[in-house]
């Protein structure tokens, strides 16, 4: 059974870099297209990025052009490079998995049948 699991967020003043990790185990990820999404206090849980099996990419308009989404399948890992943060991008970050053959909206959580537990992510100076 797949399980995911976050790391690499922490304390970051604005301007700064992080780089989230998302691991699987039980499973190989390249039967999933993986969705990274956010849930800052007092909001919503929202869509941040997601990569499909066969590398394709998407991003919110709020990250274009700062995060950048990859996978390495040989470690069976999803990483999200966050650069030029800032406090709006204060969050925990969840990593998500549905399989590679749904093709609705990205942004629909409802497609995503695993999550990680979530890793804080805190821009501030």
């Known amino acids: 059974q797949l399980q995911l699991v976050e790391s690499g967020g922490g304390l970051v003043q604005p301007g700064g870099s992080l780089r989230l990790s998302c691991a699987a185990s039980?499973?190989?990820?390249?039967?999933?297209?993986i969705g990274w999404f956010r849930q800052a206090p007092g909001k919503e849980r929202e869509g941040v990025s997601w990569?499909?099996?066969?590398?394709?990419?998407f991003y919110a308009n709020s990250v274009k052009a700062r995060f950048t989404i990859s996978r390495d399948n040989a470690k069976n890992t999803v990483y999200l490079q966050m650069n030029r943060l800032n406090p709006e991008d204060t969050a925990v970050y969840y990593c998500?998995?549905?399989?590679?053959?749904?093709?609705?909206?990205?942004?629909?959580?409802?497609?995503?049948?695993?999550w990680g537990q979530g890793t804080q992510v805190t821009v501030s100076s």
């Open positions: 990569i499909n099996s066969n590398g394709l990419t």
């Open positions: 998500a998995a549905r399989p590679r053959t749904v093709v609705d909206a990205w942004t629909d959580q409802r497609r995503y049948g695993v």
């Open positions: 039980g499973a190989t990820l390249d039967a999933y297209a």
